[in-house]
């Protein structure tokens, strides 16, 4: 895919968005409103991700450890 056609793709997507948001019809200043509104969200969203979903899938291991026949890290000190 050369340059132009790379550049092109990207202006379809970026009407696309404009289209399916509805923000073709605003104002400049209100478009930069929406957008930095619309971006702080999804990096909020990335943020928390990034941070509580490691965390909740090792408790969830955890606890689907210990029901399904995974002993407590008690038990095993006691054998050593």
Do not use: D
């Not at 968005?17 to 073709?24: A, C, D, K, R, S």
């Not at 890290?73 to 050593?80: D, G, H, P, Q, V």
Request: glycine share 4%.
């Amino acid at each position: 895919m050369n340059f132009k056609n790379m550049r092109e793709y990207l202006a379809w997507i970026y009407y696309q968005y404009l289209l399916i948001t509805g923000i073709y019809v605003l104002e400049p200043w209100e478009k930069s409103i929406f957008n930095s509104f619309l971006f702080s969200a999804i990096a909020m969203v990335v943020y928390t991700s990034y941070v509580f979903v490691p965390i909740h899938m090792r408790l969830a291991l955890e606890f689907f450890s210990g029901i399904f026949g995974g002993q407590p890290e008690s038990t095993m000190a006691l054998m050593n």
